[in-house]
C-alpha cells in the first residue's frame, strides 16, 4: 500500500490583522475593506519559503527514522535560489542521508499537488521508498492591494512511503493547459495579475470540475465515495459555488482559511491537506484538487494508522500558536517593502565563503555537534578534543545533533545598539540538556518574556541576506517556549527498577517512596538490625515501606539481607532480576553507627562498620553493575558523609568508610562510563534514627529527610549527565564537594631528588591551592605532575626570545639555555614540528653545553612531536604544557621525565 505516511505543517506565529491593513491604507483603497477579515499569517523578518518548509518537514518527522528517507522535494513559487538547489538546503537542515534524491518543484501554484503525485507515483514505481514532500510560499504583493489581503504565509509537508500508511493513495487525474489568470515574470516581486473574474469563471471554475470528473471516472468512485473535499479558492463564494457544482454537501468541504490565515499559495492544496487529515476518521475518502496551469486531482482512502501517529503541531497547533499584530509598517519592513535607515552599523560585509559553508555545512545548516564516546558529554561546535575537564580525551567525537535536544536559556540580553530589523536584538546563551551550549539569537519572542532557565527550541531561520550577492544565510536561532517551564515533563522513572539498601528507614525509606510513586518498581532493602548493626535482624522495616508503596499504588518487593556479606548483595540483586528483570538504579544508603574515640576504636568496631558501608556498597554494586553493564544503563548512588569529607570526632570508622565510597566511586565511574552507567555520591544530613541523639531536638524537627530525596533521584534520573560528582544535601541546601589538585611546582626533573630543604624553601607554592583544579583520573593526575604549568606569557612580547616562527626559537635556544641548570645532564631531544612553519631539530645537551641543528637523530632520548602554532604557544606561555599534553597537541615519546627538563634548561623571554 502506497500513500501518505506521516504529516506536518508550519504557520509562522505572526498574524496580521486585516483592519490594519486597511486602517493605514483605506483611504487609498477603501475597496480591500470587502476582504479584511480575520487575520493573515506573515513570516518574521528571519523567515522564508526555505525556513518555514524545513520548519514543517521537522513536524511531519516526529517519531520518524530519518534514515529511511531517500527523496525529498521542495515545493514553492518562492524559493530564496533560483539556481542552487532548495531541496539540496532543506535535506542538509534535516540532515537527512547524502544518498538520496532531492528536486524543487517551482512556478506554478499546482508545485504543491504535483511534487506530491510526483513522490506518490515514484513510490509506487518502486525505485525510492520514503519521499518527503515540502511546500511552502511567502509571496508579496504591492502594498493595498486585494492579494495582500488574501495571500498568508505557510508551509506543509507530508511523508510518502508503504509503511504505516495513514491515508492511501488510490489514484489521480491531471489537467494541464497554459491558463494565466496570474504570473511572475523571471527575477520580478510581483505577481501580475489579471481581472478576478478570468480567474473565477475561466480558471477555478473550469478547470476544477474537470479534473475532479476525469478523477471520478478514472477511479469509478462518486461524491457519495468522499467524506473530506479539499481544493483552494481565493473567493469564499466561488468555493462554495465549486463545491455545489462537484455535489459537495458543505460538511464535506475543507474551509479555505481566509479568517484564520490566508492563502499560502503552492503550499495551500497541502495545508488544507493536513487540515483535513487532522479532522479525519478511519474510511473516510479525501479528494485534494490543486489549481494552477490547470489540476492536480487526487483521492486517498484514510487507514486506522491515522489514529497511531504520534502527536504534533500540524496545522491546529501552528494556527494555535499565535501573535496577532496590528502594525501595518512592521509588516511591510519585515518583508523589505520599505526600507527605513538601518545605520552604518547595518553596512557590515556580509559576504559568505562557499568554502567554510561547504566544509561546516553539517554544523551550520544541520547544527550538527559532537558527543564524546568515552564520557558521552555533547558539546558545540564538534571538536578534536572532548571538552569535559575530566575527560579531554582526543578524536573521540561522533556526530551528534542539536536541533531537537532540549535547551534552556542560561543567559540573554536585549542590544539596543545592535543592528536589527526587530530591535531589540535579543540573544544569548542556550544550554542544551546533556551538554553543548552556544551563543543564540533568539526569535519569535519578546524580551519581556525571556527568563533564564526558559526552555527554548532550535528553529532554523534566515541569519542574513546580502542583498549585492543575492544570497540568502542561514543558521539556528533560539525560540523562547513562554509559560513551558510550567509544563515541563516531571522527572519520571516508569520502567525503571530501583534497588534502595537500608530502604526500612530514615533516608532509604524516604528515597524508596519517591521513586515508587514516579514510576519506579522498587526493591526495599533493609536488615532490620539495630543502630549499631547488633542482632538478628528482623523483616517488618522493609516489609512495612513496601506494604505503603504498595498501599499508595506503587510496585515494590522486600528484601532482608544483609548488605555487609557477599552473598547478601547477590541475593539483593537476584530479586530486582527475579521480580522485575533489571536493575537501573542503585542506591547504597544501608548505613550504621559504632562511634567511639579512636583507642577505644577496637577492631570490631572498626570491622563493623566499614563492613556494611564499604563492603555492602561493593557487595551490592558487583551484582547489579553486571546487569547494567549487560543493558547499558545504569545510575548508582553512593552515601558518604560530612564525617568522611570533613571529619567527625569519635568517627574513625565512619569516616574511612564513607571516603572508602568516593575512592570506589572515582574508579568506578571510569568503568561504567562506557555503558551508560553513571556514578555520584551524597553526602546527607537528616533526622533519622542515627542522627537523633547528635542534633538539637528542633533542628532535628526540621531536617526531614524528604529534603534530601530530590537530589537523589534527580542524580537517578535518566537525563542527570553528570558521573564522578561528590554532592552535600541538607534541608534545602545542595551543593558540590569536590578533591582539588593546586598548580603545585616541579623541583626536579626526576634525576635529582630534592631535599627537605628545597621541600621547605618552596612550601609556599606546593602548599597552595591557587590555580587548584579538579583531574578527572589518575593517568591525568600523573601526566600534570611530570608537565606543570607553562611560566605566565611575558607581556613585553618578548616570551620566545623575539622568535616570531619555529626556526627562529631553535636559533634562540643556544642564548636561551641556562647551562647552570644544566650540569651533569646528558639528553637529547629530538623535536618534531608539524605544519607549515615546522621541521626537525635535534637539541643535545651534554657537559652543560647545549647545540642546536636540524634534522634527525637516530636515537633521541626523547622526541617532542607538536603541531608549529602549538609550539609557538607553548614557548609563548599561552599554551599550557600539561594541557597540551593530556589533549594530544603534545606527543612525548621515549623518556618522558626528561621533557620536564626543557622547561628548565630554557628560559625563552627571561
Ligand atoms: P537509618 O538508621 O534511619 O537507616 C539506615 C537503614 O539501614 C536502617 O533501616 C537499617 O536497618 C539499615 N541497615 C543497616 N545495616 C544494614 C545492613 N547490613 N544491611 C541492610 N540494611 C541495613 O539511617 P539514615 O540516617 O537514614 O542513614 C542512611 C544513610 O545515610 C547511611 O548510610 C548513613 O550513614 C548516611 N548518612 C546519614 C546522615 C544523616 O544525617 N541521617 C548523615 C550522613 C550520612
Excluded at 635 to 658: C, D, E, H, P, W
Excluded at 849 to 877: R, Y
Excluded at 890 to 905: F, N, P
Amino acid at each position: 500500500m502506497i500513500g501518505i505516511t506521516s504529516y506536518g505543517a508550519y504557520i509562522p506565529r505572526l498574524r496580521l490583522d486585516r483592519m490594519a491593513i486597511f486602517q493605514a491604507m483605506g483611504w487609498f483603497a477603501p475597496a480591500i475593506v470587502m476582504v479584511a477579515q480575520g487575520e493573515r499569517s506573515m513570516c518574521n523578518h528571519d523567515e522564508d519559503s526555505l525556513t518555514m518548509a524545513v520548519a514543517a518537514a521537522r513536524d511531519c518527522l516526529t517519531g520518524k527514522e530519518k534514515k529511511a528517507i531517500d527523496g525529498a522535494y521542495l515545493c514553492s513559487t518562492t524559493l530564496p535560489f533560483a539556481d542552487r538547489q532548495n531541496a539540496g538546503i532543506l535535506k542538509t537542515a534535516l540532515n537527512l542521508r547524502d544518498d538520496m534524491i532531492t528536486a524543487d518543484f517551482t512556478s506554478s501554484l499546482r508545485a504543491g499537488t504535483t511534487g506530491l503525485l510526483t513522490a506518490l507515483e515514484v513510490a509506487q514505481g518502486g525505485s525510492r521508498k520514503n519521499i518527503l514532500v515540502a511546500a511552502a510560499d511567502k509571496r508579496e504583493t504591492r502594498p493595498a492591494f486585494f492579494y495582500e489581503m488574501w495571500f498568508g504565509d505557510g508551509a506543509a509537508a507530508l511523508l510518502v512511503g508503504d509503511q504505516q500508511v495513514i491515508a492511501e493513495f488510490k489514484g489521480a487525474y491531471t489537467v494541464s493547459y497554459d491558463f494565466v489568470d496570474h504570473y511572475r515574470g523571471a527575477g520580478k516581486r510581483y505577481d501580475y495579475m489579471w481581472e478576478e473574474r478570468w480567474l473565477r469563471e475561466e480558471g477555478y471554475s473550469k478547470f476544477i470540475p474537470e479534473a475532479v470528473d476525469g478523477l471520478f471516472k478514472k477511479l469509478g468512485i462518486t461524491m457519495n465515495d468522499v467524506q473530506k473535499v479539499v481544493f483552494p479558492c481565493l473567493f469564499k463564494a466561488e468555493h462554495k459555488a465549486i463545491a455545489k457544482k462537484l455535489g459537495a454537501t458543505p460538511e464535506k468541504v475543507i474551509d479555505q482559511m481566509h479568517e484564520v490565515c490566508g492563502e499560502t499559495g503552492a503550499a495551500h492544496p497541502l495545508v488544507m491537506l493536513i487540515a483535513a487529515l487532522e479532522q479525519a476518521k478511519p474510511g473516510d475518502g479525501i479528494l485534494l484538487a490543486g489549481f494552477g496551469q490547470g489540476c492536480d486531482a487526487l483521492y486517498f482512502k484514510v487507514t486506522e494508522q491515522i489514529t497511531k501517529l504520534a502527536p504534533r503541531a500540524g496545522v491546529k497547533g501552528s494556527l494555535e500558536n499565535k501573535k496577532t499584530i496590528d502594525n501595518y509598517m512592521k509588516f511591510l519592513k519585515f518583508r523589505g517593502l520599505i526600507e527605513p535607515e538601518m545605520g552604518i552599523r547595518a553596512e557590515a560585509p556580509t559576504q559568505t565563503a562557499m568554502t567554510v559553508l561547504w566544509r561546516k555545512r553539517k554544523m551550520l545548516t544541520g547544527l550538527v555537534g559532537g558527543k564524546c564516546r568515552d564520557c558521552g558529554t555533547a558539546q558545540f561546535p564538534k571538536m578534536d578534543i572532548c571538552v569535559n575537564p575530566k575527560c579531554n580525551h582526543v578524536n573521540t567525537q561522533d556526530d551528534y545533533e542539536f536541533a531537537d535536544v532540549p535547551a534552556r536559556i542560561k543567559t540573554f540580553t536585549g542590544d539596543l545598539l545592535a543592528v536589527s530589523v526587530d530591535p531589540p536584538a535579543t540573544y544569548g546563551m542556550v544550554q542544551f540538556e546533556g551538554g553543548g551550549r552556544f551563543m543564540a539569537d533568539f526569535t519569535d519572542c519578546e524580551l519581556a518574556d525571556c527568563k533564564v532557565g526558559l526552555p527554548v527550541k532550535m528553529a532554523f531561520r534566515r541569519r542574513f541576506t546580502d542583498d549585492e550577492r543575492g544570497f540568502s544565510g542561514y543558521f539556528w536561532k533560539a525560540v523562547p517556549q513562554r509559560g513551558a517551564a510550567a509544563a515541563l515533563p516531571e522527572i519520571r522513572f516508569d520502567g525503571r527498577v530501583a534497588i534502595v539498601t537500608g530502604a526500612g528507614a530514615g533516608l532509604g525509606r524516604t528515597y524508596a517512596l519517591e521513586l515508587a510513586k514516579r514510576g519506579a518498581k522498587v526493591v526495599v532493602n533493609d536488615f532490620g538490625g539495630a543502630r549499631d548493626g547488633a542482632g538478628t535482624g528482623s523483616s517488618s522495616p522493609a516489609d512495612r515501606v513496601v506494604a505503603e508503596i504498595r498501599a499508595a499504588g506503587g510496585e515494590a518487593v522486600a528484601n532482608y539481607d544483609n548488605v555487609a556479606t557477599p552473598e547478601g548483595g547477590e541475593k539483593i540483586v537476584k530479586i530486582a532480576v527475579e521480580f522485575f528483570g533489571k536493575v537501573d538504579i542503585l542506591i547504597n544508603n544501608a548505613g550504621i553507627l559504632r562511634d567511639k574515640s579512636f583507642l577505644k576504636m577496637d577492631p570490631e568496631n572498626w570491622n563493623a562498620v566499614l563492613a556494611v558501608h564499604l563492603n555492602g556498597g561493593y557487595n551490592v554494586t558487583r551484582p547489579a553493575f553486571a546487569v547494567m553493564r549487560e543493558k547499558g544503563y545504569g545510575r548508582i548512588v553512593m552515601t558518604t558523609s560530612a564525617a568522611g569529607l570533613y571529619g567527625n570526632f569519635g568517627q574513625t570508622n565512619y569516616s574511612a568508610a564513607k571516603m572508602g565510597l568516593v575512592g570506589f566511586m572515582n574508579t568506578l565511574k571510569l568503568e561504567g562510563a562506557k555503558y551508560n552507567i553513571r556514578v555520584n555520591t551524597l553526602a546527607p544530613v537528616a533526622a533519622s534514627r542515627l542522627t537523633e541523639d547528635v542534633m538539637p531536638p528542633d533542628m532535628f524537627e526540621r531536617m526531614q529527610p524528604d529534603f534530601v530525596a530530590g537530589i537523589v533521584l534527580y542524580l537517578c534520573s535518566e537525563n542527570c549527565a553528570e558521573s564522578g560528582d561528590i554532592f552535600n544535601a541538607a534541608a534545602g541546601f545542595y551543593s558540590r564537594a569536590a578533591i582539588l589538585t593546586g598548580a603545585g611546582e616541579a623541583l626536579s626533573d626526576g634525576t635529582s631528588i630534592p631535599t627537605p630543604e628545597e621541600i621547605r624553601d618552596h612550601w609556599e607554592k606546593i602548599n597552595s591551592l591557587d590555580g587548584a583544579r579538579e583531574i578527572g583520573d589518575a593517568n591525568t593526575a600523573i601526566i600534570s605532575f611530570m608537565t606543570p604549568p607553562a611560566p605566565k606569557a611575558d607581556s613585553s612580547g618578548a616570551a620566545g626570545g623575539g622568535a616570531a616562527d619555529v626556526k627562529g626559537i631553535f636559533a634562540k635556544m643556544p642564548e636561551a639555555f641556562d647551562a647552570a641548570a644544566a650540569a651533569g645532564k646528558n639528553v637529547v631531544f629530538q623535536f618534531s614540528i608539524s605544519g607549515p612553519g615546522g621541521g626537525d631539530w635535534v637539541v643535545a645537551v651534554k657537559d652543560g653545553a647545549c647545540k642546536v641543528e636540524a634534522g634527525k637523530t637516530e636515537k633521541p632520548t626523547t622526541t617532542i612531536k607538536m603541531a608549529d602554532a602549538d609550539f609557538l604557544q607553548l614557548i609563548a606561555g599561552t599554551l599550557d604544557g600539561m594541557q597540551a599534553y593530556s589533549s594530544g597537541k603534545l606527543k612525548v615519546e621515549g623518556d618522558i621525565m626528561k621533557s620536564q627538563l626543557i622547561a628548565r634548561l630554557f628560559k625563552f623571554g627571561k
